[in-house]
């Protein structure tokens, strides 16, 4: 306890977090209210929504993935020449003679597979608790988007590194997007930047790739997130009027409904 | 000009059950937390011990073989095999990405949210569904692989094409009638098996998206080598050209 108190008794720690320590029930309120980050949750929720096998956390895992892919791209950028005849033998010596460079590129590789797959899977649980039904029809909608941006964003980074796999990936890509009926052409000339692979098409995906997108995503998710709070948080069960089991009629009888997660 | 009055429909009568609660501080934030430590670890270990891929420096001569997109695409690359590029490449995701976006638009009582597979019929419904769907995905795959055409050439669209049908048929209106007809088959059996309501039907049909996902997914992945033709996953030799 003397530890603790040295670390979170002084005018310091108390002046990040106003209310000291959150060891009593006001605490852990004013805890969250008073942060930025911690205010993305509501002040209270329901115990079985905190289960880990209720939702897997994958929504909140998909997040921690943007982040991740956020700070290692960063430093991939420092590295990367984003041109034809550069792009190839910066990404070797980042590899090869930048500290900590394969480990970064392994880091941002692994976390946008992971990232897809998390978003993949949060679909699936939101799918099967019947977590899109109204009142959150429309951020199921915002959840579909998201899911297209993330897999557009794993998509143009794919093709950065100019090597076979990447230049490859996007002859096939562009050729579907060439099939498309009716504006066919155009959009292979817009996924190409020109009539063929090169120096438009890499600086075009990598533009993408590292503002348009992210920025993109970043808006569309908040608006996910507001719409979570708004609609009512991690969802609960809903029963039809007539055909709430018995204990749960008397246990909202017994009580009034609290309102806190409104704070 | 009047005002347009909105339709006035009957609120549906439900009980919310959010039960006991507790504060998101420790409660929440600790397992937060904890998932972010794992997940760290996790990437931590694969980014020391499994290198991302860099293959040659790209070169429009040579044309890898085979040549695959990434992972979550390799469904549709799947589907490329069998119809025709633009079904399978524009008009299947799209249509694949407006359903999706249509369920709760469908699907619109409340009553069901927040429990796993909805009723005591909802996990046999998913079990059911997925078998259905991957014995499809998986007879066709192989049936368009083997079956002999003529001029020892194999697949049902050069089949009928040898029967003097245009490519259209074999290419565009059988594939997207097969794409309609399994999950309208799947709906009606489990309708008529399960009396399965709208949210019942949901599971069946999301099943047999996700099931037809992961079975492409799994066999463009491991099961597709040299010339894109099917094998097992330990006869897939380091594509050429890279």
Known sequence: MRLRDLIVNNRFFKSIYRTGYPDTARKRVMVVINSLALHLHPVRVPKRAVRVTYTWGLGGLSIFMFVILTITGVFLMFYYVPSVREAYWSVVSLDTSVMMGQFMRNMHRWAAHMMVLMVLLHMTRVFYTGSYKPPRDFNWVIGIVLLVLTMLLSFTGYLLPWDQLAYWAITVGAEMGGSAPFVGKQVNIALLGGFEIGQATLIRWYTLHVIFLPLLLIVVVSMHFWRVRKDGNISTPIYPAEAAPEEVRRRLQGSAPANDEMA | ?242
């Open chain 2, 1 to 242: 000009m009047s005002q347009e009055q909105l339709p006035v429909t009957e609120p549906e009568q439900v009980i919310e059950d959010p039960g006991e609660k507790v504060h998101v501080w420790p409660h929440l934030v600790s397992i937060e937390l904890v998932g972010a430590l794992i997940f760290t670890l996790l990437l931590i270990l694969m980014a020391i011990f499994v290198k991302a891929p860099l293959v040659d420096l790209a070169n429009p001569e040579v044309t890898p073989n085979p040549s695959k997109a990434p992972w979550y695409f390799l469904g549709l690359q799947e589907l490329l095999l069998h119809m025709h590029p633009a079904l399978a490449g524009v008009i299947v995701p799209t249509a694949v990405l407006v359903l999706l976006a249509a369920i709760p638009y469908i699907d619109t009582k409340r009553a069901g949210t927040g429990v796993w597979f909805y009723s005591p019929k909802g996990i046999p419904i998913t079990i059911f569904s997925a078998i259905y769907t991957t014995v499809w995905n998986v007879s066709l795959i192989l049936i368009d692989e083997y079956l002999p055409a003529g001029d020892g050439s194999t697949g049902i669209a050069p089949l009928l094409i040898s029967w003097g049908l245009p490519p259209a048929v074999g290419y565009v209106f059988v594939p997207a009638a097969l794409m309609i007809f399994i999950p309208w088959s799947l709906a009606v059996i489990v309708k008529r098996r399960w009396d399965a309501d709208t949210r019942e039907l949901m599971i069946a049909l999301y099943t047999f998206f996700l099931a037809s996902f992961i079975v492409l997914t799994i066999i463009g992945t491991g099961f597709r080598g040299h010339g894109m033709k099917l094998m097992w996953p330990w006869q897939i030799e380091p594509p050429i050209g890279h």
